[in-house]
């Protein structure tokens, strides 16, 4: 009788399944093959009605749409839009990250340049925060020739440098670098420009020996060169301040706040960051670098300015002579 039982419910559930797949499949011929860019206003309210429809169909049947969705991004190999918005559809639906490389698989065959890319951005943020591997996905958005990223909740419009901060600096600085200096040596110029840019932010020995020799060699664009001089003149400053060593210490390891204490960060306060220029010195680089891969636990405006103060004194402090 208890055999009975169970196969009644595999049955029932596998019914529930092939209705499910079935139902998805037939919405996916009908609603996707198409790119947003080339629709009109008229035709995107139609299909933004379809695809309600496709998404309501996933969200009413999780368990039975998740791994037919995983089947429906495995076998696409020509639609950019439908592997994006199913992935998309696919992390929202994972409860115990099981889809997650597919997810990624998803992200991977899409053409950036005709998709939201604050959407593309999140999703790379929430995937690098559960320790999957985006480095090609980080990669790509590098790439995108005058990429926009607008952050609603904020009100604040990215580029492709700035929005990749809260990935890259979010990975191991090995793993960042590694990608990065390959971006350099065999991606597009857009990504040669923005990876460039973003290897000397992470300012690191071995980033700066090869940023350097590309210099020195004239192996980087003149605007690139420009960018990276001017960057490492504006994050270099004269430290000063009168906070003591015990204070920065402790200010360190509160970024990116801690409202107890009323810390809310070193973005903003001169007099905080000058001092920890003044006080620190290349033995506490480490410290410096763990507070400023804690800058970015969120997608936000304040995140940048405290990754960016944090650059600041890494960049002041490694500039110091040593002293005898």
């Known amino acids: 009788m208890k055999k009975i039982f169970l196969f009644a419910i595999l049955f029932t559930s596998l019914i529930s399944f092939s209705q499910t797949c079935d139902s998805l499949q037939l919405l996916k011929k009908k609603v996707y093959g198409f790119k947003p860019s080339e ?12 695809l309600d429809l496709f998404w309501k169909t996933a969200r009413n049947n999780p368990k039975e749409a998740a791994p037919c969705l995983k ?8 639609d950019s839009y439908f592997c994006f918005d199913a992935s998309s559809l696919l992390i929202r639906l994972d409860s115990t990250d099981t889809y997650l490389p597919t997810v990624i698989k998803g992200l991977k065959k899409c053409e950036l340049n005709d998709l939201q890319l604050s959407t593309y951005l999140e999703i790379c943020f929430y995937l ?27 009100f604040l419009t990215l580029n492709a440098i700035d929005a990749s901060i809260f990935l890259f600096n979010n990975m191991s600085a090995e793993t ?10 065999s991606g597009n110029s857009t990504a040669k420009h923005n990876a460039a840019v973003l290897l000397n932010l ?35 400053i004269k430290p000063k301040g009168s906070k003591s060593r015990s204070e920065i210490l402790e200010s360190l390891n509160d970024v ?6 009323e810390f809310f960060g070193f973005a903003g306060n001169k007099e905080l960051t000058g001092s920890a220029c003044k006080m620190l010195d290349k033995q506490d680089l480490d410290k410096i670098r763990i507070a400023r891969q804690k800058t970015t636990p969120g997608l936000s405006d304040e995140a940048l300015h405290e990754y960016f103060a ?11 002579k040593e002293s005898k």
């Open 176 to 185: 960042a670098e590694k990608t990065l200096i390959s971006a350099i040596s």
């Open 71 to 78: 089947t429906l991004i495995d076998n696409e190999t020509a």
């Open 310 to 320: 944090l650059t600041t004194i890494l960049m002041t402090v490694r500039d110091k």
């Open 128 to 154: 690098n925060y559960r320790k999957q591997d985006i480095t090609e996905l980080a990669t790509k958005l590098i790439s995108v020739p005058d990429a926009k990223i607008f952050l609603s909740n904020h």
């Open 256 to 261: 990116p706040y801690n409202f107890e204490k």
């Open 39 to 50: 629709l009109t206003d008229t035709l995107k309210s139609l299909k933004n009605n379809d």
């Open 202 to 236: 992470m300012a690191t020995d071995n980033g700066d020996q090869f940023l350097n020799s590309l210099i020195e060699r004239k192996q980087l664009e003149d605007f690139t060169i420009q960018f990276i001089m001017k960057d490492r003149k504006t994050f270099i």
